[in-house]
């Protein structure tokens, strides 16, 4: 992931092309969670422990977070809690990144939609 950082960076990008890079980063990180999921061993499913699934993807966002709180450590007005590049901005790109790709799959994500769409 640190090779991609310049594509996180507000020095480099203007805030909408980080917004944009963030995004498809995430929607990248879904679909490959995804063929995760769909190559878990037999008996092993969503179904059966969405709590530890979602927790996966919450941990994934708050590492996310903390990659571009660091790449823009030196941006004024860039932090955790103000600026443009809120903790909660990439908790809402998640939301919908991983809610889009759940969608094509629901029967499989049907216990993990409904709490991506409360988080949201």
């Known amino acids: 992931m640190i090779s991609l950082c310049f594509l996180l960076s507000a020095q480099l990008n203007s805030v909408e092309a980080v917004h944009r890079n963030l995004y498809k980063l995430i ?3 879904a679909f ?17 422990s969405p709590r530890i699934f979602l927790e996966m993807i919450w941990t994934m966002s708050r590492a996310i977070s903390q990659i571009v709180q660091n790449v823009n450590k030196a941006v004024p007005g860039c932090s955790a809690d103000a600026g443009p590049l809120q903790s909660q901005a ?8 991983f809610e889009t790709v759940f969608r094509s ?3 499989l994500y049907r ?3 409904p709490a991506l769409i409360k988080r949201k």
Do not use: M
Not at 37 to 44: A, D, E, N, T
């Open 27 to 29: 929607l990248l990180q």
């Open 90 to 97: 990439v908790q809402l790109y998640f939301c919908l990144a």
């Open 105 to 107: 799959s629901r029967s």
């Open 32 to 48: 490959r969670f995804h063929a995760c999921v769909r190559s878990l061993p037999l008996g092993q499913s969503v179904k059966k």
């Open 111 to 113: 216990r993990l939609i």
